[in-house]
Each structure stands twice: as C-alpha cells, then as structure tokens.
C-alpha cells in the first residue's frame, strides 16, 4: 500500500494569511505515460462529507475559490491558502489514486488564530 | 443534481454482517464507478472498496475478506455487506461516486454512522 503522510498536524492561521499544508506519499505517484500525479485534496468540516478540491495535484475543482492552489510532483505535495478566510476552517486530506488500496492522508486541522 | 443517500441499520452486534444501500439520484448509476469508504470517530478516512455498474469490484486488501459490494442498476443503488464486524469496525460509512477508477471520488452522500455493540 502506498502510506500517505501529512505535516503539520495542525495549524493556526490569522485570517487572510496564507496556509501550507504537505503531503508525501510512500512511493510516487506520478504516471509516466501521461504525466499526471494521481494525488487529490479534500476538505473536510464538522459534520460533513470530504469535499473534493483539487485533483491530479494541482487542478481546481469546478466552484472552488481561487485561493486554493495544489502543487508537487512525484512524492511530494502541498496545498496552499493563499489567503485564509473563516469558512476554511476544516480538516484537509490528501489522497492518491494511483493505485489500489487508494489510501488517504491522516489529515491537517486548519483553525484560526 | 447528483445525490446519494446512505441508509442501513445504526446499530450491528459483534460478529454480524453490517448491511448499507447507497440509493442514487439525479444521475443514472450506470457508466459511473460507485465507492464505499468510512471514517472511524474522529480519525481518518479509509477506502472500503468500489464497484463498477458492469459489477467490476475493487475491494481494500485490509477488508478483502469480509466485503461484498454489489449494485442493482433497476433501483439506480448500490450495497455494501461487511461479515463478521467488531467494534474496530465502528465508523461513519460514506458512499461517493467516481468517472473512473482511477479518479477521486468527487460526489458524496451524507454519511451514516454505524455502530458495533451487543
């Protein structure tokens, strides 16, 4: 299986700073053949299902703001906010779809400072 | 509008089988891959298994032996069974659609929290 790690565990941020959370996977999961990293990010609040923002690491979902930017390549991955705001409060996940088990990240807790 | 609804019982005694339906609306469930995956309290999210409208099934390794998902393409659902559970298999249960196999889940239903006790 391909184990995915997340840092930091968690973070607090001033509303309209910028957020980075990491990821790395176990082995790369990036497809030769056609170039594309099989890694997502997902965003997940209280009480709700994850929500999927970004795919093949750095394609933004349709409807997710701006302020979200994936990046990386290979084994290393981060997702960034450029510019927190209140409603992003949420655990963030990422995922690999490159192979089966596809396995997420233990997660980040984003809280405001 | 895609929408998926999980329902099954809330409560499964050790040693059971936990039985769930995904009922899909908005979207015909067929040409769609169709997943099961669960999020123990307050922990992270675990990849069950998926399957495929044709009845292709991919399951997790780690619960391989116990899974059986299944669809039924008539009442646009989808099942999944797991045997012999134990209180580790405590979580809330999420059912989500993919494009492909290879894709991320990108449709989620609500979730549905099952418990394991006698």
């Known amino acids: 299986d391909i184990v995915m790690t997340q840092s930091p565990d968690s973070l607090a941020v001033s509303l309209g700073e910028r957020a980075t959370i990491n990821c790395k996977s176990s082995?790369?999961?990036?497809?030769?053949?056609?170039?594309?990293?099989?890694l997502a990010w997902f965003q997940q609040k209280p009480g709700q299902p994850p929500k999927l923002l970004i795919y093949?690491?750095?394609i933004r979902e349709s409807g997710v703001p701006d302020r979200f930017s994936g990046s990386g390549s290979g084994t290393d991955f981060t997702l960034t906010i450029s510019s927190l705001q209140a409603e992003d409060v949420a655990v963030y996940y990422c995922?690999?779809?490159?192979?089966?088990?596809?396995?997420f990240g233990p997660g980040t807790k984003v809280d405001i400072k | 509008q895609v929408q998926l609804q999980e329902s099954g019982p809330g409560l499964v005694k050790p040693s059971e089988t936990l039985s769930l339906t995904c009922n899909v609306s908005?979207?015909?469930?067929?040409?769609?891959?169709w997943s099961w995956i669960r999020q123990p309290p307050g922990t992270g999210l675990e990849w069950i298994g998926y399957?495929?409208?044709?009845?292709?099934?991919n399951y997790n390794p780690s619960l391989k032996s116990r899974v059986t998902v299944s669809i039924d393409t008539s009442k646009n659902q989808f099942s999944l069974q797991l045997n012999s559970v134990t209180a580790a298999d405590t979580a809330v249960y999420y059912c989500?659609?993919?494009?492909?196999?290879?894709?991320?889940?990108?449709?989620w239903g609500q979730g549905t929290l099952v418990t394991v006790s006698s």
């Open positions: 989500a659609r993919h494009y492909g196999g290879n894709l991320p889940p990108l449709d």
């Open positions: 908005g979207v015909s469930i067929s040409n769609y891959y």
């Open positions: 093949w690491a750095s």
């Open positions: 995922q690999q779809y490159y192979s089966s088990p596809f396995t």
């Open positions: 082995q790369s999961v990036l497809y030769s053949s056609n170039n594309k990293n099989y």
């Open positions: 399957i495929y409208y044709s009845g292709t099934t």
